[in-house]
């Protein structure tokens, strides 16, 4: 019986090979931006994945930018606003929202300062399924919408938050910018950040899903996005799986509603506004 002869010009091609189908079969994130304004789009890579470049860019409206992504990547994705370079912090690059820390376009492995709208995501986990979420956990900035795009397995439903909050959200979780009569609300925090209790923040005695139950804070973010994540046990309706897919992120997704601005309701008329949309 012939023996296979293994020679270097095999070895090369098998390389190749294996080469072609490893960019088969990685997955692109396509970003884009609908907001009427540019956004500084982050990105992070979760403890010992392979990171990706760039961690952070510029959007400007009407944009997109697709981003080739390691095939078992984990990490997150979201979108900083309100974005300069600020003299009196000797030309750091800053932002009012999203910020994270780098001082730079570039995040270069930090992450999202709350709150920010995040974009999650676990590539070819668990039974070579992809998980995805959109997360307010950590407070909300900017609408979000995620889309699986040519899955092969799992459910592959499109997720996100496709509601501007920032108007009504309530006074206790605001973030403005502008001063005076020129202030607006940019972001709205999660209740964990504004008051620092065990009881919002799921830790300490409240630190399972039997103790950490949904408070009227996260129920205003969940009653006005109702796939997306809203507190740290908010699983069963705000996880989302996919194989084989690749992924549109989209800033401002349209068409977007924004609540009703209520700069002095109490958490529970804002509540009451969740059905209002103008």
């Known amino acids: 019986m012939d023996r296979l002869l293994i020679t270097p010009i095999f070895l090369f091609l098998l390389l190749i090979t294996f080469s072609l189908l490893s960019e088969v079969q990685s997955t692109t994130f396509k970003i884009v931006n609908k907001c009427r304004h540019t956004v500084w789009p982050g990105v992070l890579t979760g403890a010992d994945r392979a990171p990706v470049n760039p961690t952070g860019f510029t959007l400007k409206s009407g944009k997109s930018k697709t981003l ?3 095939r078992s990547w984990s990490g997150r994705v979201w979108g900083r606003t309100l974005c300069s370079n600020d003299p009196s912090n000797g030309g750091k690059f800053t932002c009012v929202t999203g910020d994270c820390g780098s001082g730079k376009v570039e995040c270069a492995g ?3 300062i709350p709150p920010a ?3 999650e995501f676990t590539l070819n986990g668990d039974q070579g399924l992809d998980f995805y979420d959109v997360s307010l956990v950590d407070g909300y900035n ?4 995620v889309v699986a795009k040519g899955g092969t397995r799992g459910g592959c439903s ?4 496709l509601v501007d909050l920032n108007g009504a959200c309530p006074r206790d979780l605001r973030v403005a910018s502008g001063k005076g009569s020129h ?12 008051f620092n209790d065990p009881i919002y ?6 630190n399972t899903p039997d103790t950490c139950q949904p408070s009227i804070y996260s129920l205003f973010f969940k009653h006005a996005c109702p796939r997306s994540y809203s507190y740290a046990y908010d699983d069963k309706t705000s996880t989302f799986t996919c194989a084989s897919a690749d992924y549109l992120i989209i800033f401002c997704p349209l068409p977007y509603t924004r609540f009703k601005s209520c700069s ?3 958490p529970k008329v804002v509540l009451a506004l969740c059905t209002k949309r103008v």
């Open 117 to 119: 709208t995040l974009a």
């Open 68 to 70: 080739k992504m390691p």
């Open 264 to 266: 002095k309701c109490t």
């Open 110 to 112: 930090g992450g999202a």
């Open 201 to 206: 923040c799921c830790s300490e005695a409240h």
């Open 158 to 161: 499109a997720t996100g938050c």
């Open 142 to 145: 900017l609408p979000m919408l």
């Open 183 to 194: 202030s607006e609300s940019v972001g709205c925090k999660s209740a964990c950040l504004a």
